[in-house]
């Protein structure tokens, strides 16, 4: 199949993009300009590099089905980035343009922040509520996408991501700061971390988007482990790995105001499509943090 990726640099998309690869499909990778390809170096022969700015107008490109996961995320700034207006409008009209390149289905990433956060274990259709800028631009844009979809006779599926980790995350979010830290010899400090959150290891995550984009679920589906983990038992499991729970500083940091105590994704929808997850929490934290000790001996 004809693919068309965005956001094939990033820390989802580029365990996406090796997914489909590996699969046999034909992937068109949608890039910045100058953009970093380091999660992608050694996968760019197998993939068809096209160039283009999302916020600069829609590029047109052949494909029959278009996974989009292109907007910005710059941990500690992009909940309420004024950005995410930016992607809203042009990930809708970069929606609008698809059909003329032979687009059949499109995928959209989502998140659990647009759940009310009351809800402790949400399935599709729960209430929504988001508290911030990205998850209210995120749920506009879904809310956009699904008539238009239909009108346009585009099938449509939106995957709802709920807490990824692995290899290629941005080093500011949890994991990735706790295993530097302890490999730095650090003191990691952190909240309590008596939140309840569902890690799910990108490799799942990503193999969780494709069956969805190469199934024919429409509407939102949960990318999630349907596990409950707290967030200080996953710091803990890391020192414990790592060999230095020593370092490990919980309570050092106040919790966020207004950070929801539970939850967890209710994913009956993705593993109806058959997927099931190939890391439990202990096997996907040890493979990344021997992720992270390879790719800090390599720099």
């Known amino acids: ?33 100058g953009d970093g390809r380091t999660a992608i ?24 089905l278009c996974i989009h996961l292109a907007w910005y995320v710059e941990p500690g700034r992009y909940l309420s980035a004024p950005q995410n207006v930016d992607f809203l409008c042009a990930s809708f009209r970069f929606a609008q343009a698809l ?35 990205y998850p209210a631009a995120k749920l506009a844009l879904f809310t956009m996408l699904e008539p238009w979809c239909r009108s346009a006779g585009m ?9 990824p980790y692995g290899p290629h995350e941005d080093r500011r979010r949890i994991v990735p700061h706790v295993i530097n830290c302890l490999l730095d010899g650090q003191v990691a400090r952190l909240t309590p971390g008596e939140q309840v959150r569902d890690f799910l290891h990108a490799e799942d995550v990503a193999a969780g988007i494709c069956a969805v984009a190469l199934g024919d679920l429409e509407g939102a589906v949960n990318i999630g482990s349907g596990e409950p983990a707290r967030v200080r038992d996953v710091a803990t499991r890391i020192g414990e790995l790592v060999g230095r729970p020593d370092l490990l500083a919980l309570g050092a940091l106040p919790m966020p105001e207004g950070e929801p105590p539970y939850i967890v994704a209710d994913n009956a929808r993705l593993r109806s499509t058959g997927w099931r997850p190939r890391y439990d929490l202990g096997s996907g934290l040890r493979q990344t943090i021997e992720w992270w000790r390879g790719a800090r001996a390599a720099s």
């Not at 693919?3 to 949608?30: D, K, N, P, W, Y």
């Open 1 to 33: 199949m004809k693919v068309l990726l965005t956001g094939a640099t990033g820390f989802i998309g580029s365990h996406v993009a090796r997914r489909l690869s590996s699969a046999g499909h034909e992937v068109t990778a949608l890039v910045l300009p």
């Open 155 to 163: 099938s449509f599926a939106w995957t709802r991501l709920f807490h």
């Open 99 to 133: 059909p003329a390149g032979g687009c059949r289905r499109l995928v959209v990433a989502g998140t659990y922040f647009e759940y009310d956060s009351r809800v402790r274990t949400p399935a599709e259709d729960a209430p929504t509520r988001p508290q911030h800028l």
């Open 41 to 64: 170096r050694d996968l760019e022969p197998e993939l068809r590099i096209v160039e283009g700015d999302l916020l600069a107008g829609p590029p047109r490109v052949d494909a029959e």
